[in-house]
């Protein structure tokens, strides 16, 4: 355990942290627009391009992203349908009661977000949240008091490995037959890169700095402590039930078989049944690492989903409150759409990277590789589009520097990438509509995260390139 010095300096930093974010950060929306027009003159500045051909690289990237949109947001409430399903809410109210002391309840907190974010990133955003929001609830039942905000914040921090874990873009893109970079690189099997010695000695430097610090920061002063919002209490009154109750029989003949359809829990099931006899034929008849892609990970989740909601008018309600959760990302994807369109098209992000690669060797390539993919992760915050615009360009520069491989490689582009999520604030809005709070009452705490995680990870990389890992 620490000592009160030690909680005394972190929880100092992260109350300072947390009141320059207060002051200074802008709502998320504002921030992708002035990170808008922050890339277009950095394009203006530092590429040959002109203004009228940065906006045309923004307006093609605007609409080029829609796909993409579209599956990270059914991703997203699909999986939060899933993680609000009663099964899955009774799992984590029962582990949510577990903690005594505000310390074990970030510990914990900090603990499952670890867990889920080493899973999938679409399940981290939903399912550490829902945990924070009843971890908060039950504290507050048993008079304990604990910091909300820093609660929430350790929710989202369970992102932060996202992309050295199972769901990892760039690992499981290079680990498919005829991938984009297949005729450079050829295939490059998990096993050197999520489950190579060197990736795991480093996530488990990201966990542990991650769930040591966080319940640092709890305050000590009472005054200074923030609790559970009014409006989440009141969600906890609601019963957990297994699918909602079933219209009484005195109203069957008003509501109608439309109505009784929508409670009737043999077609909730047997359609959620259905999605999964197709994936048993998809998974029984392809590899599972060539056809597991973002279709099959929406498809999983709509199928669990309808499987633990029991009732088609539990899921549509719980999906409404998706919608409504997920609403701002609907938005704000297509103009980081844009962002990455100008990133792309104007040689932005192969600048960045050339750069990195141009003062460096085989002890510090790695280092730079992560340096360079955190800074464009911080203007394109899609591990997928990010490794689809600038792998090109690592693949060349790594393949340029004797000595380095493509493996690592790979590694240390998923660690710069997962790094700046942390200060990047778009991710952070599912979780924010779960837990009912503002960007600035979290992002300060993540922040302090950003800068302990990001010395571990870069020592990380400094270790591949000495050969150490």
């Known amino acids: ?19 320059i974010v207060q002051r200074f950060l802008p709502d998320a929306f504002i921030f992708a627009l002035l990170l808008t027009f922050a890339t277009m003159l950095l394009a203006v500045v530092f590429t040959n391009k002109g203004p009228g051909e940065v906006v045309a690289h923004w307006g093609r990237g605007f609409w080029y992203v829609l796909t993409f949109s579209m599956q990270a947001s059914l991703a997203l409430m699909t999986g939060w349908a899933f993680a609000d399903s ?21 510990f914990a907190t900090a603990v499952v977000g670890m867990v889920f974010g080493l899973f999938h990133w679409g399940v ?45 873009a760039a690992p499981l893109l290079v680990a498919t037959p005829d991938h984009f970079l297949a005729g450079q690189i050829g295939v490059i099997p998990v096993s050197q890169t999520i489950f190579s010695p060197a990736n795991l000695v480093i996530v488990a430097g990201v966990v542990l700095v991650t769930v040591v610090l966080m319940p640092l ?12 919002p009014e409006e989440q209490l009141r969600k906890a009154e609601q019963p957990v039930t297994d699918g909602g109750a079933a219209v009484p029989p005195t109203r069957l003949r008003e509501a109608g078989w439309k109505s009784a359809l929508l409670d009737s829990k043999a077609v909730c099931v047997s359609l959620g049944v259905l999605i999964w006899i197709y994936l048993g034929y998809l998974f029984a008849t392809n590899d599972f690492m060539s056809v ?19 009732t088609l008018r539990s899921y549509i309600d719980v999906f409404r409150d998706a919608i409504e959760g997920a609403s701002q990302i609907l938005i704000q ?100 509509g779960i837990a009912g709070l503002s960007i600035r009452d979290m992002m300060g705490y993540v922040g302090v995260l950003f800068v302990f995680s990001g010395i571990v990870m870069g020592i990380g990389a400094l270790l591949m390139g000495m050969g150490v890992l």
């Open 124 to 168: 981290v955003l939903i399912a550490s949240a829902i945990f924070a929001r009843e971890v908060g609830i039950a504290m507050e039942q048993k008079g304990v008091d604990v910091h909300y905000p820093l609660l929430v914040a350790t929710a989202y921090a369970g992102l932060l490995p996202w992309h050295q874990g199972l769901s990892g």
């Open 1 to 19: 355990m620490s000592s009160a010095s030690d909680r005394s300096f972190f929880t100092r930093l992260g109350d300072g942290a947390s009141r």
């Open 217 to 228: 920061m709890a305050p000590d002063d009472d005054e200074d402590l923030i609790t559970v």
């Open 292 to 310: 597991f892609n973002l279709n099959v990970f929406i498809s999983v989740m709509f199928g669990l989903g309808f499987i633990f909601h029991m």
């Open 333 to 432: 994807f297509q103009f980081y759409g844009g962002i990455m369109g100008i990133m792309a098209w104007s040689g932005l992000a192969t600048l960045i990277a050339q750069t990195a690669a141009q003062y460096s060797t085989e002890t510090t390539w790695y280092l730079a590789a992560f340096l360079s993919a955190g800074t464009v992760n911080f203007f394109v915050p899609s591990g997928g589009g990010q490794w689809v615009v600038t792998g090109n360009v690592m693949i060349n520069a790594a393949q340029s520097i004797q000595g380095v491989a493509i493996d690592k490689t790979v590694v240390a582009f998923a660690m710069g990438d997962q790094w700046t999520n942390m200060i990047q604030p778009f991710w952070a809005l599912p979780v924010l």
């Open 86 to 106: 009663p099964p899955i809410k009774r799992v984590l109210r029962r582990v949510a009661d577990v903690p005594e002391t505000q310390t074990q309840a970030i």
